[in-house]
């Protein structure tokens, strides 16, 4: 059944301010307690641009290192069982960073997570020593910790691959509501659930 514009709740910008201050306030309490200091804050574009930018400023630096990956979907086949494609490459940088930095990799909705993987393994490949903290305003239940991270922090969960029973959906208290965040296109992203590929302009 195709989906209608009246099925997602269109969050303001004030909401989005308030999760993404609880959200900054969970990172902080983490590095804090771990004595970790970040070194650069990653946004995987394009949905990791606008908490990237949150974050760079809520923890005062300039060094932001965007990356950006994309689904080219592939008609009839589970979007969530599709692989992304990385279409930038890191930028040069104009400043050292530690041997082992500390980054903050930035995302919105990772779904099962495949995309925050291949972000950290690309990071990873030209910082071989760096820790890598996620950080996620909302996040999928069947999105799993890799072991190459050193944390996984989340908003709220969510079950937008369908993995859980209504049951097993209370019991962790995942978030139901299908949010269409303040920058988004209904069509875009109703067609990244059904499966369809998105015709943008350019």
């Not at 641009?49 to 994309?70: A, C, D, E, L, R």
């Not at 979007?79 to 279409?87: G, H, M, S, V």
């Not at 990873?124 to 922090?153: G, H, N, Q, T």
Request: proline content about 6%; charged content about 30%.
């Amino acid at each position: 059944m195709a989906l209608k514009e009246s099925d997602f709740t269109k969050m303001s910008w004030d909401e989005f301010g308030k999760r993404m201050d609880d959200l900054y306030e969970k990172v902080k309490d983490y590095l804090i307690k771990n004595n970790l200091k970040l070194s650069a804050i990653v946004p995987i574009l394009r949905e990791g641009g606008f908490p990237g930018i949150y974050f760079s400023f809520k923890f005062n630096t300039i060094k932001v290192i965007p990356i950006q990956f994309k689904y080219f979907l592939k008609k009839g086949v589970d979007p969530f069982e599709q692989t992304p494609t990385q279409i930038t490459e890191l930028p040069k940088l104009h400043y050292e960073l530690p041997e082992e930095p500390v980054i903050l990799l930035v995302d919105v909705l990772p779904g099962g997570g495949k995309t925050a993987r291949a972000a950290g393994r690309a990071f990873r490949k030209k910082f071989p020593k760096c820790k890598l903290v996620y950080a996620s305003m909302f996040k999928d239940c069947s999105f799993k910790k890799p072991d190459f991270f050193e944390a996984v922090i989340e908003g709220v969960l969510t079950d937008e691959t369908g993995k859980l029973s209504p049951e097993e959906q209370k019991k962790l208290g995942v978030e139901k509501t299908l949010w269409l965040l303040p920058w988004q296109r209904f069509k875009e992203e109703a067609a990244a659930l059904e499966g369809e590929e998105y015709q943008y302009d350019f």
